[in-house]
C-alpha cells in the first residue's frame, strides 16, 4: 500500500531530538497536504497543539473531549481525568489569569499586553 488513507504513530516524539521533531513536524505537513489522516497517539502536548488542528483526549478508552487546542485546554476537568499538562507556555498563561489559554510567544505577549491594558 502505497498511499494509505490513515497513518498511525504512536508516541512519535519519545526519543526525538530537535532535530528529529521538526523532521516529523514536516511529515505531518506532507501528510495534511496529501489529505492523509495522521491519528497520534501522545502525551507531547506540546507536540499536538504545534500540529494538530483536532484533539480527542481519552482516558481508560473513553473518548472524553473532542475539539480545537482553544476548546481541550479550556477543559481543566478533562485535563485532569486524562492526567493531561498542557504545554508550559499555556500553563504559564493560566497561572497569570489569562482568560483564554495561548500556545506560542505571540499568543503570550497579544494576552499579556491586553491584560496589562485593562487593568490601568
Known sequence: MMNPEVIILDEPTCGQDIIGNQRLTRIIEALKLNHQLCLTITHDMKFVVKNFDQIVVMSHGKILKRGTKEVIFSSPE????????????????????????????????????????QQR
Open 78 to 117: 478533562v485535563l485532569e481525568a486524562s492526567y493531561v499538562s498542557p504545554p508550559p507556555i499555556t500553563r504559564v498563561g493560566q497561572k497569570l489569569g489569562f482568560s483564554e489559554p495561548v500556545f506560542n510567544k505571540n499568543e503570550f505577549q497579544q494576552v499579556f499586553e491586553k491584560k496589562r491594558f
